[in-house]
């Protein structure tokens, strides 16, 4: 399984790459292989606040609905336009093309509280054994 060890993990698969005040979202590789293929994928308007902990938008799989939950503090700074045309991009490249949406953070403290990809790891072996 991919874990690029620049970005923080969540417990609730998301991962989050911080590049000075602005964050990119996305889901772990784990997550979209659960998911089965993605068919659609709904996401928040530009300049949307939300709170760490808050769904902020869904994806819709061969199997299911699932919420995707903001990881950190932020406002909604970017969405990427190309998941409406072409949602499968976040099976097929997850931690690049297939990124959900980038914030600007308001709160850089949280990114600590994040799991690194060791520790996402480890939770992963905890959670499927």
């Not at 994928?41 to 300049?47: A, G, T």
């Amino acid at each position: 399984m991919d874990l690029p060890n620049e970005l923080s993990y969540t417990k609730d698969h998301e991962w989050l790459l911080v590049d000075g005040d602005i964050g990119t979202i996305g889901i772990t590789d784990y997550a979209q292989s659960e998911l089965g293929d993605v068919v659609y994928v709904e996401l928040p308007e530009d300049e949307s606040d939300f709170s760490q902990g808050d769904a902020f938008g869904s994806l819709e799989s061969v199997k299911a609905v699932s919420e995707i939950f903001m990881p950190v503090d932020g406002e909604i700074v970017e969405v990427n336009q190309d998941l409406e045309d072409s949602p499968e991009l976040v099976n097929d490249d997850p931690y690049n093309a297939g990124w959900l949406v980038k914030i600007r953070l308001t709160d850089p403290d949280q990114v600590d509280e994040l799991m690194s990809s060791e520790e996402y790891e480890q939770y992963l072996k905890e959670e499927t054994e």
